[in-house]
C-alpha cells in the first residue's frame, strides 16, 4: 500500500510537471467527446467559457484551462487543414478532367486537320459531310422507323461532338484552360449555324441530363416544349417526339417552332446521350391558330453527350446546329439567323453555365441578397424574361392583338383584355378594375454602337432616357386609378435612382437588382409623403469582349415589399449585334471609344498604324427592340394608348441621342475632346492636377516636416520665398531649393512629392500615366453641388461607372454617413489650406458596392495661366471592394 501510495503521487507529480511545460495532453475518450460537443456549438470558445466548461464537465477538472484552449487552437488547425485538403483534392480532380478533355480535343484537332486535308486533295466539300436526309412526321407511326432515325442521329450528332464532321474553330474572346468555363467553338463551313462547347461540371449526369430536357428552364428564348409521343427503346433510352415554339428577339422577324426527335440513351463507356433532330412535316403544333405567326425551323443532329468523371462531376459535350430559315426575315435581319456566334451565346454557352449555376447552388457556393433563396431569383429573373418576350412578340393565342395606328409605323401598339393580373391573391382587389395590359413596341437599326456599352449607360443613367416629369408609368397610373398597380402611383420623380444589387450569375453575365426611383406624390393627400418608385431588373450582355451576345435592359415595377407572387409587367431595351467583326487588339481601346477622355489616350504613332484595321471596328450594326406595357381601363384605352406612343417615341429619340454620343465613328483624333462643356482639355486639366499637387502637397508636408526638424528651417525660409518668388514669376515652376534636393521634403509626405513616376512632363505621357494611375483619382466641380467632372481608370472602376455618367454623381453622394461627417469637418480647412487628408474609411459605388480605402488625399487643383481655383481633387490610396 505504501509503494502504491507513493507512486501515485509520483505519478501526481509527473503529470503537474508535464502541464507546467505545456507538453502534449492525452485525452480520454469521453474528454475528447465533450470537447468536440463544445466545439461544434463554438470553435473559439473565450476564457470564460472554457472555465464554465471546466466546471459543468467533471471529467475535464483534471486539465488545465491553459490545455483547453490549446486544444481549441489544435481543433481549429485540423479542421482547417481538412478544409485545405478537401478543397486541394476537388481542385486536382477538376485539373485531371480538364487535362483529359484538352488532350481529347487536341486528338480531336488533329484529326480535323488530317480530314480537312484528306477533303481538300478529294475536293470534298465540310458542308456535303454535314448534309442528312429528311425525315418524315408520318414514321411517328412506326416504333421501329422511329428508333433507326434514332440511332442515325445518335451517330451524327457523336461525329460532331468528338469527330470531324463539323470544321469547328475557336470561339473568339473564349480561350480553354482550367480557370475558363470550358471549351466553345463554331462551325467555319456548313450548312446552317452550329456551336460547341466542352466542360467541366460538378452534377452527375442524369442530373444534367434532367436540366437540360427541360429546355424553358434555362433557353430564355424558348416559348414551349410539348412532348407528344414518348416509348421506350434499347439500352434503357427513350424517344420522344416535341414541339417546340421559340420568341422572335425582334419585331421585325417571325417566331419560329419545330418538330423534333429526341432519343436519350446510354453508351457502352457508361456515358450519357440526348440527342435531337428534326422530322420534315406540315404539323402545327397544340394551337393551330398560332401557326401564321411561326416560321417552321430545322434542327440538325444536336445535342448533349454526357460522361462521368472520377470523384465526381462530369464532362459535358454539347452540340447546337440549326437552320434557322434565314430567308424569312429581312435582309438587313439576316446576319442575325446567319451568325454561329449568337447561337454559341444564346443556346450553347448558356446551357453549360446554367447548369455550371445549379452546381454551384446545390453546393452552397452562391450567397443571395435580402434572404431569398437563389432558385426564387432565378425565377424572378426568368419570370422578367418570358413577360419581356410575350410583349416584344406578341402572339394572338396569348390574347394579344394590334391597335390601329395613327398612320406612323414606327411604334406597333398592342393590347391584351385577356392578360389576368388578378391570379394573384395578394392584389387582387387593387387589380379588379384593371381592364388589361397595353404594350408599346419598336425596333430600330443601330449603327457604330457598341451594345454593351449602351446597355450600361442606360443602366447607369435613366434620366437620360425617362421622362421625369411626366413619366408614362405616373401618367398612366393617374389616369388610370389612384391605387394603381404596385409601383404605379402618381409620382413626380427627382431623376436620382439607387441600386440595390441582389444577385447575379457565377459571370456576371447577369445581374439581378432593385432599382429605386426617388420620388413625391402627386396626390394632394400625400403631398408630404415619399412616393419611391421600385422596379425589378435584370440586366445581361454588359461585357465587351462577349462576340455575339445580346444586351438586355428589363425591369418592371413592384412592391417595395418584394413579395414572391409579385405580378410583374417587364419592359425595357434589347440589343443584338448583327455583324460584329474582328478587330486587332491593340485597337480594342478605339472600338470601345465615347465622347471622353479615352479617346486621347491612343492618339499618337500608334493609333495612326492601325488606323487602317479600325475602321473595320466602326462598321458594327445592331437591332434595337424596345418594348414598354402599361395597365389600362377600357374607358381611357385610347388615351393611355396615345400616351404609350408618344412615350416610346421619345425613349426613341433619347436613345438615338445617347447612341450618336457613344459612337466612336464620329471621332477625331486630333480633335482634342474636352471632358465637359467648358471645361480644359483632358491633357491640360491632367497637368493642372500633377502639378497642382506638386507644389500645395509639397508645401504643407514640407510645414509639417520643418515644426518637427528645426535644423531645417533655413532651408525651408529659402524654399518659401523661392516658391512666392516662383509663383508670381514663372506661374507653378519648382524652387530651386526643392529641386536640388527634393528628398528633405518627401518624408512627411502621404504619397511622395510626385503624383506621377515619369521623366517626362511633354506630350500625353502625363495624362496617360495618370489614366493608369492605380489610385482611383476623382475631380469634383466647385459649385454649390459639387459633382464629379474626371476621374481615371481606377477612379471609373471605383464608382462602377464611365466618364460620360460620372458628372451625375456628387461628391457627398459616395461616402456613407461616417465618411461624409469627416468630409464636412475637413471640408473647410481643406480650401483653406488648399490640402487635406481623410482617414480610412468606407465609400460607395454607383452599384451600391462598399469600397475601402486606406486614406484620402484631397487638393484644391489651379488652373496655371489664370491662378485660380479649377476643381478639388480625390486621391483614395488603395481602394478595394469589401
Same mark, same amino acid.
Given at each position: 500500500?505504501?509503494?502504491?501510495?507513493?507512486?501515485?503521487?509520483?505519478?501526481?507529480? #509527473?503529470?503537474?510537471?508535464?502541464?507546467? %511545460?505545456?507538453?502534449?495532453?492525452?485525452?480520454?475518450?469521453?474528454?475528447?467527446?465533450?470537447?468536440?460537443?463544445?466545439?461544434?456549438?463554438?470553435?473559439?470558445?473565450?476564457?470564460?467559457?472554457?472555465?464554465?466548461?471546466?466546471?459543468?464537465?467533471?471529467?475535464?477538472?483534471?486539465?488545465?484551462?491553459?490545455?483547453?484552449?490549446?486544444?481549441?487552437?489544435?481543433?481549429?488547425?485540423?479542421?482547417?487543414?481538412?478544409?485545405?485538403?478537401?478543397?486541394?483534392?476537388?481542385?486536382?480532380?477538376?485539373?485531371?478532367?480538364?487535362?483529359?478533355?484538352?488532350?481529347?480535343?487536341?486528338?480531336?484537332?488533329?484529326?480535323?486537320?488530317?480530314?480537312?486535308?484528306?477533303?481538300?486533295?478529294?475536293?470534298?466539300?465540310?458542308?456535303?459531310?454535314?448534309?442528312?436526309?429528311?425525315?418524315?412526321?408520318?414514321?411517328?407511326?412506326?416504333?421501329?422507323?422511329?428508333?433507326?432515325?434514332?440511332?442515325?442521329?445518335?451517330?451524327?450528332?457523336?461525329?460532331?461532338?468528338?469527330?470531324?464532321?463539323?470544321?469547328?474553330?475557336?470561339?473568339?474572346?473564349?480561350?480553354?484552360?482550367?480557370?475558363?468555363?470550358?471549351?466553345?467553338?463554331?462551325?467555319?463551313?456548313?450548312?446552317?449555324?452550329?456551336?460547341?462547347?466542352?466542360?467541366?461540371?460538378?452534377?452527375?449526369?442524369?442530373?444534367?441530363?434532367?436540366?437540360?430536357?427541360?429546355?424553358?428552364?434555362?433557353?430564355?428564348?424558348?416559348?414551349?416544349?410539348?412532348?407528344?409521343?414518348?416509348?421506350? %427503346?434499347?439500352? &434503357?433510352? !427513350?424517344?420522344?417526339?416535341?414541339?417546340?415554339?421559340?420568341?422572335?428577339?425582334?419585331?421585325?422577324?417571325?417566331?419560329?417552332?419545330?418538330?423534333?426527335?429526341?432519343?436519350?440513351?446510354?453508351?457502352? =463507356?457508361?456515358?450519357?446521350?440526348v440527342c435531337e433532330r428534326s422530322l420534315s412535316g406540315s404539323? %402545327?403544333?397544340?394551337?393551330?391558330?398560332?401557326?401564321?405567326?411561326?416560321?417552321?425551323?430545322?434542327?440538325?443532329?444536336?445535342?448533349?453527350?454526357?460522361?462521368?468523371?472520377?470523384?465526381?462531376?462530369?464532362?459535358?459535350?454539347?452540340?447546337?446546329?440549326?437552320?434557322?430559315?434565314?430567308?424569312?426575315?429581312?435582309?438587313?435581319?439576316?446576319?442575325?439567323?446567319?451568325?454561329?456566334? &449568337?447561337?454559341?451565346?444564346?443556346?450553347?454557352?448558356?446551357?453549360?453555365?446554367?447548369?455550371?449555376?445549379?452546381?454551384?447552388?446545390?453546393?452552397?457556393?452562391?450567397?443571395?441578397?435580402?434572404?431569398?433563396?437563389?432558385?426564387?431569383?432565378?425565377?424572378?429573373?426568368?419570370?422578367?424574361?418570358?413577360?419581356?418576350?410575350?410583349?416584344? =412578340?406578341?402572339?394572338?393565342?396569348?390574347?394579344?392583338?394590334?391597335?390601329?395606328?395613327?398612320?406612323?409605323?414606327?411604334?406597333?401598339?398592342?393590347?391584351?383584355?385577356?392578360?389576368?393580373?388578378?391570379?394573384?391573391?395578394?392584389?387582387?382587389?387593387?387589380?379588379?378594375?384593371?381592364?388589361?395590359?397595353?404594350?408599346?413596341?419598336?425596333?430600330?437599326?443601330?449603327?457604330?454602337?457598341?451594345?454593351?456599352?449602351?446597355?450600361?449607360?442606360?443602366?447607369?443613367?435613366?434620366?437620360?432616357?425617362?421622362?421625369?416629369?411626366?413619366?408614362?408609368?405616373?401618367?398612366?397610373?393617374?389616369?388610370? #386609378?389612384?391605387?394603381?398597380?404596385?409601383?404605379?402611383?402618381?409620382?413626380?420623380?427627382?431623376?436620382?435612382?439607387?441600386?440595390?444589387?441582389?444577385?447575379?450569375?457565377?459571370?456576371?453575365?447577369?445581374?439581378?437588382?432593385?432599382?429605386?426611383?426617388?420620388?413625391?406624390?402627386?396626390?394632394?393627400?400625400? %403631398?408630404?409623403?415619399?412616393?419611391?418608385?421600385?422596379?425589378?431588373?435584370?440586366?445581361? &450582355?454588359?461585357?465587351? =469582349?462577349?462576340?455575339?451576345? @445580346?444586351?438586355?435592359?428589363?425591369?418592371?415595377?413592384?412592391?417595395?415589399?418584394?413579395?414572391?407572387?409579385?405580378?410583374?409587367?417587364?419592359?425595357?431595351?434589347?440589343?443584338?449585334?448583327?455583324?460584329?467583326?474582328?478587330?486587332?487588339?491593340?485597337?480594342?481601346?478605339?472600338?470601345?471609344?465615347?465622347?471622353?477622355?479615352?479617346?486621347?489616350?491612343?492618339?499618337?504613332?500608334?493609333?495612326?498604324?492601325?488606323?487602317?484595321?479600325?475602321?473595320?471596328?466602326?462598321?458594327?450594326?445592331?437591332?434595337? !427592340?424596345?418594348?414598354?406595357?402599361?395597365?389600362?381601363?377600357?374607358s381611357l384605352l385610347d388615351n393611355i394608348a396615345a400616351m404609350?406612343?408618344?412615350?416610346?417615341?421619345?425613349?426613341?429619340?433619347?436613345?438615338?441621342?445617347?447612341?450618336?454620343?457613344?459612337?466612336?465613328?464620329?471621332?477625331?483624333?486630333?480633335?482634342?475632346?474636352?471632358?465637359?462643356?467648358?471645361?480644359?482639355?483632358?491633357? !491640360?486639366?491632367?497637368?493642372?492636377?500633377?502639378?497642382?499637387?506638386?507644389?500645395?502637397?509639397l508645401f504643407f508636408s514640407s510645414l509639417n516636416y520643418c515644426?518637427?526638424?528645426?535644423?531645417?528651417?533655413?532651408?525651408?525660409?529659402?524654399?518659401?520665398?523661392?516658391?512666392?518668388?516662383?509663383?508670381?514669376?514663372?506661374?507653378?515652376?519648382?524652387?530651386?531649393?526643392?529641386?536640388?534636393?527634393?528628398?528633405?521634403?518627401?518624408?512627411?509626405?502621404?504619397? &511622395?512629392?510626385?503624383?506621377?513616376?515619369?521623366?517626362?512632363?511633354?506630350?500625353?505621357?502625363?495624362?496617360?500615366?495618370?489614366?493608369?494611375?492605380?489610385?482611383?483619382?476623382?475631380? @469634383?466641380?466647385?459649385?454649390?453641388?459639387?459633382?464629379?467632372?474626371?476621374?481615371?481608370?481606377?477612379?471609373?472602376?471605383?464608382?462602377?461607372?464611365?466618364?460620360?455618367?460620372?458628372?451625375?454623381?456628387?461628391?457627398?453622394?459616395?461616402?456613407?454617413?461616417?465618411?461624409?461627417?469627416?468630409?464636412?469637418?475637413?471640408?473647410?480647412?481643406?480650401?483653406?489650406?488648399?490640402?487635406?487628408?481623410?482617414?480610412?474609411?468606407?465609400?460607395?459605388?454607383?452599384?451600391?458596392?462598399?469600397?475601402?480605402?486606406?486614406?484620402?488625399?484631397?487638393?484644391?487643383?489651379?488652373?496655371?495661366?489664370?491662378?485660380?481655383?479649377?476643381?478639388?481633387?480625390?486621391?483614395?490610396?488603395?481602394?478595394?471592394?469589401?
Amino acid at each position: 500500500m505504501m509503494m502504491t501510495q507513493q507512486h501515485r503521487e509520483s505519478s501526481s507529480e #509527473s503529470i503537474n510537471k508535464h502541464f507546467d %511545460a505545456g507538453k502534449y495532453v492525452r485525452y480520454t475518450a469521453e474528454q475528447v467527446e465533450a470537447l468536440e460537443r463544445v466545439y461544434a456549438e463554438c470553435p473559439k470558445p473565450s476564457s470564460l467559457r472554457r472555465q464554465q466548461l471546466i466546471r459543468e464537465c467533471p471529467i475535464l477538472s483534471n486539465i488545465e484551462p491553459k490545455q483547453i484552449k490549446v486544444w481549441f487552437q489544435n481543433r481549429r488547425c485540423r479542421e482547417k487543414q481538412r478544409k485545405e485538403a478537401s478543397r486541394l483534392q476537388t481542385v486536382n480532380r477538376k485539373l485531371t478532367a480538364m487535362n483529359k478533355l484538352l488532350m481529347e480535343e487536341n486528338d480531336r484537332l488533329q484529326k480535323q486537320v488530317s480530314h480537312l486535308a484528306s477533303a481538300a486533295n478529294t475536293d470534298a466539300s465540310c458542308e456535303s459531310v454535314v448534309t442528312t436526309p429528311q425525315h418524315s412526321l408520318r414514321d411517328a407511326n412506326n416504333p421501329a422507323g422511329l428508333l433507326s432515325i434514332a440511332e442515325e442521329t445518335l451517330a451524327e450528332f457523336l461525329s460532331k461532338a468528338t469527330g470531324t464532321a463539323v470544321d469547328w474553330v475557336q470561339m473568339p474572346g473564349m480561350k480553354p484552360g482550367p480557370d475558363s468555363v470550358g471549351i466553345f467553338a463554331i462551325s467555319h463551313s456548313c450548312s446552317g449555324v452550329a456551336a460547341r462547347a466542352c466542360g467541366l461540371v460538378s452534377l452527375e449526369p442524369t442530373k444534367i441530363a434532367e436540366i437540360l430536357k427541360d429546355r424553358p428552364s434555362w433557353f430564355r428564348d424558348c416559348r414551349s416544349l410539348e412532348v407528344f409521343t414518348m416509348f421506350p %427503346a434499347g439500352n &434503357g433510352g !427513350t424517344i420522344e417526339l416535341i414541339y417546340t415554339q421559340i420568341y422572335a428577339p425582334t419585331t421585325l422577324a417571325p417566331a419560329r417552332d419545330f418538330w423534333t426527335l429526341r432519343y436519350t440513351t446510354s453508351l457502352d =463507356n457508361g456515358s450519357l446521350v440526348v440527342c435531337e433532330r428534326s422530322l420534315s412535316g406540315s404539323g %402545327a403544333g397544340p394551337n393551330a391558330a398560332a401557326a401564321s405567326q411561326f416560321v417552321r425551323a430545322e434542327i440538325l443532329p444536336s445535342g448533349y453527350l454526357i460522361r462521368p468523371c472520377e470523384g465526381g462531376g462530369s464532362i459535358i459535350h454539347i452540340v447546337d446546329h440549326l437552320n434557322l430559315e434565314a430567308w424569312s426575315v429581312p435582309e438587313v435581319l439576316r446576319p442575325l439567323y446567319e451568325s454561329s456566334k &449568337g447561337v454559341a451565346q444564346k443556346m450553347t454557352i448558356a446551357a453549360l453555365r446554367y447548369i455550371r449555376q445549379i452546381a454551384q447552388e446545390t453546393s452552397g457556393e452562391v450567397v443571395y441578397g435580402l434572404g431569398r433563396q437563389p432558385a426564387v431569383l432565378r425565377t424572378f429573373s426568368q419570370r422578367l424574361s418570358r413577360g419581356f418576350n410575350d410583349a416584344v =412578340n406578341g402572339f394572338n393565342d396569348n390574347g394579344w392583338s394590334i391597335m390601329n395606328c395613327d398612320g406612323a409605323e414606327d411604334v406597333i401598339v398592342a393590347v391584351n383584355s385577356t392578360k389576368n393580373l388578378c391570379a394573384t391573391s395578394s392584389l387582387s382587389t387593387s387589380l379588379s378594375l384593371v381592364g388589361g395590359i397595353l404594350c408599346a413596341k419598336a425596333s430600330m437599326l443601330l449603327q457604330n454602337v457598341p451594345p454593351a456599352v449602351l446597355v450600361r449607360f442606360l443602366r447607369e443613367h435613366r434620366s437620360e432616357w425617362a421622362d421625369f416629369n411626366v413619366d408614362a408609368y405616373s401618367a398612366a397610373a393617374l389616369k388610370a #386609378s389612384s391605387f394603381a398597380y404596385p409601383g404605379m402611383r402618381p409620382t413626380r420623380f427627382t431623376g436620382s435612382q439607387i441600386i440595390m444589387p441582389l444577385g447575379h450569375t457565377i459571370e456576371h453575365e447577369e445581374m439581378l437588382e432593385v432599382i429605386r426611383l426617388e420620388g413625391h406624390s402627386l396626390a394632394q393627400e400625400d %403631398a408630404f409623403v415619399s412616393r419611391d418608385i421600385h422596379l425589378l431588373q435584370i440586366c445581361s &450582355g454588359i461585357d465587351d =469582349n462577349a462576340v455575339g451576345a @445580346c444586351s438586355e435592359l428589363v425591369f418592371a415595377p413592384i412592391d417595395e415589399m418584394f413579395p414572391d407572387d409579385a405580378p410583374l409587367l417587364p419592359s425595357g431595351f434589347r440589343i443584338i449585334p448583327l455583324d460584329a467583326k474582328s478587330c486587332d487588339t491593340r485597337d480594342n481601346l478605339t472600338r470601345h471609344r465615347t465622347l471622353d477622355l479615352t479617346s486621347s489616350l491612343e492618339v499618337g504613332p500608334a493609333t495612326k498604324q492601325g488606323s487602317g484595321d479600325a475602321s473595320s471596328c466602326h462598321n458594327m450594326r445592331s437591332v434595337l !427592340t424596345i418594348a414598354f406595357q402599361f395597365p389600362f381601363e377600357n374607358s381611357l384605352l385610347d388615351n393611355i394608348a396615345a400616351m404609350a406612343r408618344q412615350y416610346v417615341r421619345s425613349v426613341i429619340s433619347s436613345v438615338q441621342r445617347v447612341a450618336m454620343a457613344i459612337s466612336p465613328s464620329g471621332l477625331s483624333p486630333t480633335a482634342g475632346p474636352k471632358l465637359s462643356p467648358g471645361s480644359p482639355e483632358a491633357l !491640360t486639366l491632367a497637368q493642372w492636377i500633377c502639378q497642382s499637387y506638386r507644389q500645395v502637397v509639397l508645401f504643407f508636408s514640407s510645414l509639417n516636416y520643418c515644426s518637427s526638424s528645426p535644423n531645417t528651417m533655413i532651408v525651408f525660409m529659402k524654399w518659401v520665398i523661392n516658391f512666392v518668388h516662383g509663383a508670381f514669376c514663372c506661374g507653378f515652376s519648382l524652387p530651386c531649393e526643392c529641386v536640388l534636393n527634393p528628398t528633405r521634403f518627401r518624408k512627411k509626405t502621404p504619397q &511622395g512629392t510626385e503624383l506621377l513616376r515619369t521623366d517626362s512632363d511633354g506630350g500625353d505621357s502625363v495624362l496617360k500615366s495618370l489614366w493608369h494611375h492605380p489610385d482611383a483619382i476623382l475631380c @469634383c466641380s466647385l459649385k454649390s453641388l459639387p459633382v464629379f467632372i474626371f476621374a481615371n481608370q481606377a477612379g471609373l472602376d471605383m464608382l462602377e461607372t464611365t466618364l460620360v455618367a460620372l458628372q451625375d454623381i456628387t461628391l457627398d453622394k459616395i461616402f456613407d454617413e461616417t465618411g461624409r461627417k469627416v468630409l464636412f469637418s475637413e471640408f473647410a480647412k481643406i480650401m483653406e489650406q488648399g490640402f487635406g487628408c481623410l482617414p480610412a474609411g468606407i465609400c460607395m459605388s454607383t452599384m451600391g458596392r462598399h469600397i475601402s480605402y486606406e486614406q484620402a488625399i484631397a487638393w484644391k487643383v489651379l488652373a496655371a495661366e489664370e491662378g485660380t481655383v479649377h476643381c478639388l481633387a480625390f486621391s483614395f490610396v488603395n481602394w478595394s471592394f469589401v
